[in-house]
C-alpha cells in the first residue's frame, strides 16, 4: 500500500454536489492498494500513520501525532498511485490491486485507524471525486508498506 499524507488544517471532498467527507485540522490521506498487499499492510501503515509526528509542540518541534493535537484524518481511495511512468509517457497501473481486494484494503485501512479512537472521514471508493484542502507548513509524507521490509543504513 501507498500513502501520500498531508498535514491539513482544513480538507473536505465531494462528489458532484455531495459532500462526501470534511475534516478540520489534521492529516489528508490518499490511499493507494498495490497488487500483493494484504492485512500485514494495513496493520503497519495505520500504526505509522497514527503515530506520525508532524504537529509541532510548544516548542515549535515536529513531535506530536494526530491523535496528540485531537485532530482527524480525511482518507480518500486513490489508484493513480500505483502509477508506474518508467517507460513512455502514460502511466501504467498494472501493480495497482484490483476491485475487491483494493476496496476491501481500503475499507479496512479506515476502520484500523477508527479502532485507534481517530475520528475518520472518507471519500467514496472508485467515484471521481474533488478535493478542497489546505495543507498546512506544507508538510507532506509518502509511505510504502513494502519499506518496511527495506533494512535501514546508519546514515537513514
Known sequence: MKLV?????????????????????GLMV????????????????????EKLRIFTDAEDKLNLSVKDIGGSILVVSNFTLGGDC???????????????????????????LREKGITVATGRFGAHMEIDMCAAGPITILMDSQDRARPRRNNE
Open 5 to 25: 499524507i498531508q498535514r491539513v488544517s482544513r480538507a473536505k471532498v465531494t462528489s458532484g454536489d455531495e459532500l462526501l467527507g470534511e475534516i478540520g485540522g
Open 30 to 49: 490518499l490511499c493507494g492498494v498495490m497488487e500483493g498487499d494484504g492485512m500485514e499492510d494495513v496493520q503497519w501503515l495505520a500504526d505509522k500513520t
Open 86 to 112: 518508467r517507460k513512455g509517457n502514460r502511466p501504467s497501473f498494472v501493480k495497482a490491486a484490483k476491485h475487491p481486494l483494493s476496496e476491501d484494503l481500503y475499507e479496512a485501512y479506515v476502520a484500523a
